[in-house]
């Protein structure tokens, strides 16, 4: 994501519209495609679900994208204005061509300053995440390591732990088990 950011920063006053256009609906395909790669692991039952730093690192960029004040000094109000939005539901990145047609037809320089600004912030916000020492990576790293310590102590784990599967008590355990179930069931 990082490079998708310093990507737009080459965008001046002198690029066509048209390949203003492009370069911005590259830069939401690839955010969409950064998304939908992740997507499976944070939601609920994946290998991240509820794992803050994988939720920090999508909540950053996507502030990103929706923030109102790159531009303001140039009369616009955020990528909002340039036509890119965030679906809430699918947290997914839209690019409206027309609206954006509108803009550059009316505020190229506008246009040109906010892609700047978003460019320089959003290239160093990826960077920040992915940086040595940074939570993200601390995190990913506690798990992997948590993950390999399981798979490679697996048998001596489970001969102090159990299995995890259910008891199956006999004998005595078993009589006192029906008799407690008996009396405090519900």
Excluded: C
């Excluded at 690019?95 to 047609?101: A, V």
């Amino acid at each position: 994501m990082q490079d998708a950011g310093q990507d737009l920063s080459g965008i001046a006053l002198s690029t066509s519209n048209d390949s203003i256009k492009s370069q911005l609906q590259e830069f939401v395909g690839q955010y969409n495609n950064w998304v939908q790669r992740f997507n499976p692991d944070i939601r609920q039952g994946g290998l991240l679900a509820d794992t803050q730093a994988a939720e920090a690192s999508r909540f950053e960029l996507e502030q990103n994208i929706n923030y109102r004040f790159f531009g303001v000094q140039d009369g616009v109000h955020g990528l909002g204005d340039l036509g890119i939005a965030i679906d809430p539901n699918t947290r997914l990145a839209s690019l409206d061509t027309f609206k954006l047609d509108s803009m550059l037809a009316t505020n190229k320089q506008g246009v040109v300053n906010t892609v700047q600004e978003f460019s320089a912030n959003f290239a160093k916000s990826a960077s920040l995440l992915n940086s040595d020492g940074n939570f993200v990576l601390k995190q990913l790293d506690n798990l992997n390591r948590a993950i390999h310590y399981i798979a490679d102590n697996k048998d001596s784990l489970q001969k102090e732990f159990g299995t995890g599967s259910a008891a199956k008590p006999v004998g005595e355990v078993a009589r006192a088990l029906a008799a407690y179930n008996q009396v405090y069931a519900a």
